[in-house]
């Protein structure tokens, strides 16, 4: 099933996709329909969470580790590397995201999201998966250069505008089977199976849950693969995660 967060007469509601044209809204989140439909060309579509925090593990595919210069030893890390994204990093798939002018290095990283259903505090890695809500399409958007001069990554990672999301939540979902894809005017510059992540989701949420309350409409993203690189102005990008449905899609102004 399809969720998606839409904003109708000034209001922010929650609805499943009908089809690939019509949203039928909730009478409460991930409950039961209401009896209205809405046609999707009358709606403004919203990334589909809406989070306190948006944790993020960082180098979570080998090759991505070697492409970015990094280097370890024959043992793979032990823990997962997390860092944090604002909320006012959220824009809708359909967005025209500024390229900042304090920036020479504009890079994307395409990645699978998972939106948190219900609040996980030491949570099992058993039970992990049963406290996500759904699944979807992220765009992890960086500045290369400020990444590697700031003391932290707080204007590399949490810009405005530098996390393109959405635009469905699909709710049945194996992230340990899916395959994410980034296009870049239409060229794939990223393509790697989610088996190959070192922490796989679960194991991630559980990590995470043990020192930082996880609350509904919280985001987890899950990492790059290999094939990152730089963005210019007028780029299309195109991020896809098998299963998902419809691609998130922006452009570089």
Not at 24 to 43: C, F, H, N, Q, W
Not at 167 to 196: C, F, G, I, M, Y
Not at 198 to 209: D, G, H, N
Request: with cysteine; aromatic share 8%; glycine share 8%.
């Amino acid at each position: 099933m399809k969720m998606l967060r839409f904003r109708k007469d000034g209001r922010a509601q929650w609805g499943w996709l009908m089809g690939e044209d019509h949203v039928t809204p909730m009478r409460k989140l991930d409950g039961e329909a209401a009896s209205e439909v809405y046609p999707i060309r009358e709606l403004e579509v919203l990334p589909p969470a809406e989070p306190s925090k948006i944790v993020c593990v960082g180098r979570n595919y080998t090759d991505h580790i070697k492409e970015m210069g990094h280097s370890f030893s024959e043992d793979l890390p032990a823990e997962p590397g997390l860092f944090l994204k604002a909320p006012n990093t959220l824009v809708p798939s359909g967005a025209e995201v500024a390229y900042p002018d304090w920036t020479s290095e504009l890079h994307y990283e395409g990645e699978l999201a998972a939106v948190i259903g219900q609040t996980a505090r030491n949570v099992s890695e058993e039970e992990a998966l049963g406290y996500v809500l759904g699944y979807t399409n992220a765009l992890d958007l960086t500045a290369r250069d400020k990444q590697k001069s700031d003391l932290q990554w707080i204007r590399a990672k949490s810009a405005d505008g530098f996390l393109p999301l959405g635009p469905v939540l699909e709710t049945e979902l194996d992230p340990n089977a899916t395959t994410v894809r980034t296009w870049v005017n239409d060229e794939l510059r990223q393509e790697a199976s989610t088996k190959l992540m070192i922490f796989p989701l679960a194991r991630v949420i559980s990590y995470v849950s043990r020192f930082m309350t996880l609350e509904p409409g919280d985001v987890i993203l899950t990492g790059t693969p290999s094939g990152v690189g730089p963005l210019a102005r007028g780029d299309r990008v195109r991020v896809e995660v098998e299963g998902v449905g419809a691609p998130l899609e922006v452009t570089i102004v």
